[in-house]
């Protein structure tokens, strides 16, 4: 293990510490403590390592301590890593330490609850009671689904599609809030509507997971996946961006970024970057 000499308030006096002799430092019982964890007292702390982490210090006076350099320490369990703190240091490895994965954890489920609309994308509804349809309704349900569409000449597997069931469970919510019917005129907007509406919700939605993605990129946990594709009919080249990343309870997501035309001249990693 690495020995870093760190000097003292005093500096004829030196001494030398591991991250190992810090825990055990830190640990040591009794009052005044000869060593304690001080907070990182920067105004714009960008990582939330430090909700958990300090600066081991070592008591020069009373009531005094002075910071002991290059290690961080944890406020509950006392471990103690290397830690560059001249502006180049990362906290990549405090992140993945138990205790900030156990306050981080708390932390995204309250983020969460704040963080909506965008819970509809990354969390599931919880499941509520419900009045059991007849068969009677059941069947006239279905006999509707199957005249529109066949109608309207709509392909069969449109029924599963997500977006459809999301829909028409609000609409449900929303005749339960009214305790009472709806008007249907109400409830259905023309096809322009939902076009000029699209700038719209895209940029809600983009302000909602941009705080996420910046957090998962400063945790070292989200993946960038490009994806090239050509439409045979026009020989036209396109390049998308998929990103992903694991949550603390180790759920995947994945959020598509953009679709646009790829005019290089070929698909290597440097003209992808470019």
Excluded at 11 to 25: A, D, I
Excluded at 64 to 81: E, L, P
Excluded at 191 to 212: E, F, G, M, Q, W
Excluded at 229 to 240: M, V
């Amino acid at each position: 293990m690495d020995i870093i000499e760190v000097s003292s308030s005093n500096p004829v006096s030196v001494q030398k510490y591991s991250t190992t002799s810090l825990e055990s430092f830190l640990k040591q019982k009794g009052e005044p403590k000869e060593y304690k964890i001080i907070n990182n007292d920067q105004k714009h702390l960008s990582s939330p390592a430090w909700t958990k982490f300090g600066f081991p210090a070592k008591r020069v006076g009373d009531d005094a301590y002075q910071r002991i350099d290059v290690f961080a320490s944890c406020f509950n369990c006392k471990s103690t890593y290397s830690y560059q703190s001249d502006g180049s240091g990362s906290t990549k490895h405090l992140l993945r330490h138990i205790c900030s994965k156990a306050s981080l954890s708390t932390s995204v489920s309250a983020a969460n609850i704040v963080e909506a609309p965008i819970d509809k994308f990354t969390q599931p509804k919880a499941a509520s009671s419900s009045i059991k349809l007849s068969i009677q309704d059941s069947m006239k349900i279905r006999d509707e689904f199957t005249k529109w569409f066949c109608s309207s000449i709509r392909p069969f597997n449109m029924i599963t599609d997500p977006g459809l069931k999301d829909t028409l469970q609000i609409i449900v919510d929303m005749c339960q809030k009214y305790r009472g019917p709806i008007d249907i005129d109400d409830v259905l907007v023309s096809a322009t509507t939902i076009s000029t509406n699209v700038a719209k919700l895209a940029h809600d939605y983009r302000s909602l997971i941009k705080p996420i993605l910046i957090r998962q990129a400063e945790w070292g946990a989200l993946t960038v996946c490009p994806d090239l594709w050509t439409d045979n009919y026009q020989n036209i080249n396109y390049l998308g961006l998929t990103i992903y990343f694991v949550d603390s309870d180790y759920k995947l997501y994945s959020f598509d970024l953009c679709c646009s035309r790829f005019n290089e001249v070929d698909k290597t990693g440097a003209s992808v970057l470019q």
